[in-house]
């Protein structure tokens, strides 16, 4: 456990307002695109978490200048599809998927050597449903030992489209597919067994590149240029998740999340969360740089165990740390099925998440896809818990611990500022009971 660890206490009702952080989706792919635009790029709302700024840095590291005039401000001077030159060392993905994944895809079309580093938890994570899609258009890339990083990637190798039907619901493989299909001779077509979050198609559209997309399919064809375009980034519907949780959860709570994205392909947890009883009224509905946002006003209600749908999981694939602890302080029992890829994100979250249930006396039953949880619907006890240095794990505690009965102590929190910078600040205004400790 890294130093950095927090205390949640039982807590006051949350109330007031609350607007949280860009999205660190979106963030990514503004930064990339506009690198490969010609002209200049302005992004509004960028996410300042590490995973967003190392890609960031990246960026500058392969010869593109970006000016921050200030927070959450970025100006990308585009330096065309062609005009990335060599880093002169390895690029630090820090600890994101998405950077490495998708960066990886962009960097098997340039004609310079490259290599991807991450951090411990990104070391272990499998990176072979990228690189072998990208082997059949004829990328080589290298990876350590069981297919995890350093990815070793080997430029001026031509590539060719392909047309991939990913077992994966992954739009991490997608997006890594089709920004290496920006530089493939012919075709790239993705399907997927369940539509994804479909940024990198989205933007793409916007940056003028010729792109076909509806949910489960994406083509594109290589061969044009990206025009420079401003980018507004939406509130991130996975951190305002965490406050849709703490206030369900919280006798008396009452409170209004502001401009919160709404992207369909991001919002499975609010389907999820009424069907458990939740009270979430949407007011204001309008648009934030081309993607839905709107209010959300969140009062305590209480909550009643269910069967998630299996439907659900990709639209809700980062908030299943914020689920299980809100099936912890529901009446009855949680089953989660069809959720296989929580064993490989930024910690195995199905058996990180059960051993800090545990830790609280909460029941829960791992399965390979999933897990049930018996709720505590009167609470539960306090306790330490690891978050195993997962920013999700971290601040979904940080909820649970407002409904136990003793402190609950959360170790390793200092990734929290990968995703959400701030948060504890934020969390502590809404009236959160959490320090740092
Ligand atoms: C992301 C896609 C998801 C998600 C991740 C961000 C993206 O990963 O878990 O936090 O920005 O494309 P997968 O596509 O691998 O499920």
């Given amino acids: 456990m890294s130093e950095a660890s927090w205390i949640a206490a039982p807590g006051a009702p949350l109330r007031g307002e609350v607007r949280v952080p860009g999205d660190k989706s ?51 001077h585009g330096v065309g599809v062609d005009g990335l030159r060599a880093a002169d060392g390895p690029l630090d993905c820090g600890n994101a998927g998405t950077g490495m994944r998708l960066i990886a895809g962009l960097l098997a079309g340039q004609a ?56 994966l619901a992954s739009a991490q493989v997608k997006s890594c597919l089709l920004l290496a299909g920006l530089y493939a001779d012919g075709e790239t077509v993705v399907h997927e067994p369940r539509p994804t979050r479909d940024y990198t198609e989205r933007m793409l559209a916007a940056f003028g590149w010729p792109i076909e997309f509806a949910p489960g ?22 951190s305002a998740a965490f406050f849709l949780v703490a206030a369900s959860i919280v006798p008396g709570s009452d409170l209004l999340l502001r401009r ?60 299943f740390p914020a689920l299980f602890a809100a099936a912890a302080c ?49 609470g539960f006890g306090g306790g330490r818990v690891d978050s195993h240095g997962d920013h999700r794990i971290a601040m979904s505690f940080a909820i649970a611990g407002q409904r136990a009965r003793g402190e609950v102590v959360i170790g390793d929190t200092a990734n929290v500022a990968t995703s959400f910078p701030g948060f504890l600040e934020l969390a502590q205004t809404a009236g959160f009971s959490l320090r740092s400790g």
């Fill in 217 to 238: 399919i994406a083509r594109l064809s290589g061969g044009h240029r990206l025009r420079a375009t401003d980018v507004r980034v939406p509130a991130d519907f996975s």
């Fill in 260 to 319: 919160v994205g709404m992207n369909p392909r991001r919002t499975g947890l609010l389907h999820v969360l009424r069907l458990m009883g939740a009270d979430i009224v949407e007011s204001d509905a309008g648009e934030e740089g081309g993607e839905p946002v709107a209010d959300l006003r969140v009062r305590h209600a209480p909550l009643r165990g269910i069967d998630v749908p299996e439907q659900y999981v990709p639209d809700m694939i980062d908030e």
């Fill in 330 to 378: 529901t009446s009855g029992v949680t089953r989660i099925t069809g959720a296989h890829e929580l064993r490989v994100k930024e910690s195995d979250r199905i058996a990180t998440m059960a051993a800090g249930l545990r830790a609280l006396d909460v029941e829960i039953e791992e399965a390979s896809d999933g897990a049930t949880i018996t709720g505590r619907a009167d």
């Fill in 26 to 76: 979106v963030s990514h792919r503004a930064i990339m695109l506009a690198a490969l635009a010609d002209g200049t790029s302005r992004i509004e709302g960028f996410l300042e978490g590490e995973d967003a700024r190392a890609t960031e840095a990246i960026f500058r590291r392969l010869g593109v200048a970006i000016e921050t005039p200030g927070p959450g401000t970025r100006i990308v």
């Fill in 112 to 167: 310079f050597d490259s290599t991807l580093v991450g951090d411990a938890s990104l070391s272990k994570r499998p990176m072979r449903r990228v690189t072998e899609p990208l082997a059949q258009m004829g990328a080589r890339i290298d990876t350590g030992q069981g297919g995890v990083p350093p990815l070793h990637v080997h430029g001026g190798t031509p590539l060719t489209g392909v047309e991939f039907d990913n077992v």
